[in-house]
């Protein structure tokens, strides 16, 4: 089992940027493809990116495309999500999410963190 733990969230302008970070505790991350989420008031949750266990394989969602980048650091168990050219619609609580292996980076999350949340004011 591994625990997750989100930092890095807050206020921002549109068109900043802001970097997430996701350190997990328990088992080794490299065991786990990582993933972030998003949840906005009165929407359900969506992915945003995800990332394999060696990190030779991400996956984006349309909305975030070229503005977010997804990275993990296996030696410090961390995962990170650099968002740029935030925007007002970037508003939600973001969640980092762990899965064991590789196959079907958007689905099949068994562990969550507790969520940071991002707010981009316009």
């Known amino acids: 089992q591994v625990q997750l733990v989100e930092s890095g969230g807050g206020l921002v302008q549109a068109g900043g940027s802001l970097r997430l970070a996701c350190a997990a505790s328990g088992r080794t991350s490299s065991n786990y493809a990582m993933g972030w989420f998003r949840q906005a008031p009165g929407k359900e949750r969506e992915i945003v990116a995800a990332i394999s266990r060696s990190g030779g394989r991400t996956y984006y969602a349309d909305s975030v495309k070229g503005r977010f980048t997804i990275s993990r650091d296996n030696a410090k168990n961390t995962a990170f999500l650099q968002m740029n050219s935030l925007k007002p619609e970037d508003t939600a609580v973001y969640y980092c999410?762990?899965?064991?292996?590789?196959?079907?980076?958007?689905?099949?999350?068994?562990?969550w963190g507790q969520g940071t949340q991002v707010t981009v004011s316009s």
């Open positions: 999410a762990a899965k064991s292996g590789d196959l079907g980076l958007i689905y099949g999350y068994a562990y």
